[in-house]
C-alpha cells in the first residue's frame, strides 16, 4: 500500500477496497488538528488490526491535507512508525 497515488475517485476506492484487505480494523485512539481554510494538519493515534495475522500495531500518523473551494484536494499520510506498521501487515508471500 506504500508508495502509491491514489487519485480520485476511483482512487479512493482502490484505496479503501485494498486498505481493507489488509486491515481488519483501524481505530482511533487520539486525533488534533490545526490549519486554516487551505492547509490541515491532523494528529491521530491509532490501532490496526492486521487481517491476515490478527496482530495489531498501535502508532501515530501525521496527515497533510490541502483544501480548496471547501473539498479536500489532496491528503499525505505521514507514518511515524512506517517500519511497526508495515511488519504487522501481510507478508509477501501472503499475497
Same mark, same amino acid.
Given at each position: ?35 486554516? =481554510? ?17 496482530? =495489531? ?34 507478508? =509477501?508471500?501472503?499475497?
Amino acid at each position: 500500500m506504500t508508495g502509491r497515488a491514489w487519485r480520485g475517485h476511483d482512487g479512493m476506492e482502490r484505496f479503501l477496497a485494498r486498505f481493507s484487505e489488509v486491515w481488519d480494523s483501524m481505530e482511533f485512539l487520539e486525533q488534533e488538528h490545526w490549519g486554516d =481554510e487551505d492547509t490541515v494538519v491532523v494528529r491521530n493515534r491509532v490501532r490496526f488490526r492486521a487481517r491476515a495475522t490478527g496482530r =495489531e500495531v498501535d502508532t501515530l500518523i501525521m496527515q497533510l491535507i490541502t483544501v480548496r473551494n471547501g473539498r479536500m484536494l489532496e491528503r499525505r499520510p505521514f507514518y511515524w512508525d512506517p517500519g511497526a506498521v508495515a511488519a504487522r501487515g501481510p507478508r =509477501e508471500a501472503d499475497h
